[in-house]
């Protein structure tokens, strides 16, 4: 498989987004937080500008393009819309956001928050992507698509690289993945590593799998409490490729499993997880990772955007 | 004023404590998250075990006494009540615990969920202290008082420890006052560093204001938001003592400015903080304390537990 996101990217797009994104802290939450007899840490990138990871491809992605006039437009499941409104609203041009209906209110509203035209459209990701595709085409705004660009996976990627700073040294990186732009990203950063990524996905929502058995990216059905971050149908071609190369393992989550996920969280850490952000560390406490003795784990948890209520409710 | 807290006295209680409560990060949220000149950053305490800081005190003052048969007992607004409850439950031993009226639903389920006995009684905090001093003397339980001790300030103090470790330099701590528990500790690691300690009170229950304007210890009304964690009627004795050796400055902020200081770390950074917990924030944010140019600024987050709806609704 051909690598076309070297350390190097990732390193220049570290630099590139420096002060203007959130270092995120790396916390160990202690030795019965995570069940385990390895050593499990998470890194909170929840607390990034806009509340997910897609803040760093969103911005290393326009801050390496000529943004035209009619500025930036993206369709997402929530997350990265608020990143590319936010990034618009950062470099002072206009927005155009397409998200499913299976979108929180929570995500749209702070969607156009950010000062973002929002327009919700067809019942999946994948259908909000065809309507954006199609508006980009009259418009000529800069398309940031949310995962499948090898500049948005470098910007990912400088998680890695925070990772790689922090700890003494990390065997494993559990990461949830919806089109793969995160995972893609940290396994860019870590291909020529001893650390291991491991993907995980809902059972419900399960195209990076689907793909390891394929050989290939393919289509599958998705569903589930986390389908608004994670419901891609489909691996992206960039991230396939980094994915690929690095022999990234995955592993399945149950819905019922981040739901535990998201209400350990609140009830031990005080923090508001989303679905999709509390399924790597649901891939621990439900046994679909089981951390070897004395393994150091970094959990990426990767959003916060939702209502409290669906947690604390 | 005589120092009857010493770093080393810190030092030691850091030591005791250590891998038993969290070390929660510092975060920079970015040079527009504080509208100030200023370097302004946050250390992340509402991640601790319990949501607050009162972990550390009551851990370490139980660890440094003899624990009777009868277990612990306490009186708290409601924080201090979850870390001791959650301390006896560490060690394995009862807990009874007092809070006012005023305490949110929030915290007195979190008390019981933890395992204690939990009576409500009274007002506000010094109702549920008497009623406390009273059951104590039939039970012989260990009183671990939320603030007035040299032992739960030394444990406070280690998050001092901790600020000077991560931080290159700090000019000044801004830390919200209830009875001075947090402060003090902060006071006594500082004392002989040129790192000020600035104290934060709300406008409705400003005891220690009022302590400085007498030169000692006075009584005064509480009332307002955050009553449930600073509204505490008397500056502690231990405290008033490492605060004005300190020479620690206040400066206090309305229910309204807390309230937005709440709003704003939630939409801003996805963290829900109860009304104590973002009254330093509070100070930056309303102008209350305005920091020089450049000058380096820990803000204390020091308390989670609260209903997101309250913020979000």
Redesign the interface.
Known sequence: MERTVERAHIVAAAQLIE??V??????????GFFDSSGHVVCK?E??Q?T?SFKARGALHRALTSDVPAAGLIAASGGNHGMAVAWVAAELGVASEIFVPEVSPVAKVDKIR?FGATVHVTGAFYDDARAACVARQSETGALDIHPYDHDGTVAGAGTIGAEIEADLDAVDTVLVALGGGGLSSGLAAWFADRPTRVVVVEPETSRCYAAAVEAGRPVEVDVAGVAADSLGARQVGDANWRALADAGAASVTVSDGAIRDAQRRFW?E????VEPGGAAAAAAVWSGAYRPADGETVAVVVCG??C???SI?G
Chains 1, 2 share one sequence.
Do not use: E, S, W, Y
């Not at 959130?22 to 030795?31: A, E, K, L, N």
């Not at 850490?269 to 508001?272: A, C, E, F, M, S």
């Open positions: 002060g203007r959130r270092r995120t802290p790396i916390v160990d939450f202690g030795p909170l929840l607390l500008h509340g928050r009830a850490t005080q923090l508001i916060a955007n209502d409290p209520a604390t």
